[in-house]
């Protein structure tokens, strides 16, 4: 039961930002207001991820990463790799970047 949740999780999180990645692209200037990545929000996702620390779940931070980097930039990046310890995890280093897929 717990795998089932965890696969729900990382389903859930791959989908939504999949899909926020699609809208940005059309009605950039209806959600940008809206959805927005914070520091908040991305440490939330990531404390996820680095928890489970699967090879889809390194992809699923990738992937949150990369709205961090176009949102707040790379010290943002930078911060989040070192509180939540994923050079140990992930192999994620300061300095990396991470482009959307």
């Known amino acids: 039961?717990?795998?089932t949740l965890r696969l729900r999780i990382i389903w859930f999180t791959l989908f939504f930002l999949r899909a926020l990645r699609d809208l940005r692209g059309k009605y950039?200037?209806?959600i940008s207001h809206y959805?927005?990545?914070?520091?908040?929000?991305?440490?939330?996702?990531?404390?996820?991820?680095v928890y489970i620390g699967q090879g889809y779940?390194?992809?699923?931070?990738r992937l949150i990463l990369a709205e961090v980097q176009q949102d707040l930039g790379q010290t943002a990046?930078?911060?989040?790799?070192?509180?939540?310890n994923m050079t140990e995890v992930f192999g994620f280093t300061t300095g990396q970047e991470f482009k959307p897929l």
Do not use: P, V, W
């Open 77 to 84: 990046i930078d911060q989040l790799i070192t509180d939540l």
């Open 57 to 61: 779940n390194r992809n699923a931070a």
């Open 28 to 30: 950039h200037f209806l």
């Open 1 to 3: 039961m717990k795998l």
């Open 35 to 49: 959805f927005n990545m914070t520091l908040e929000k991305a440490y939330e996702l990531l404390e996820i991820q």
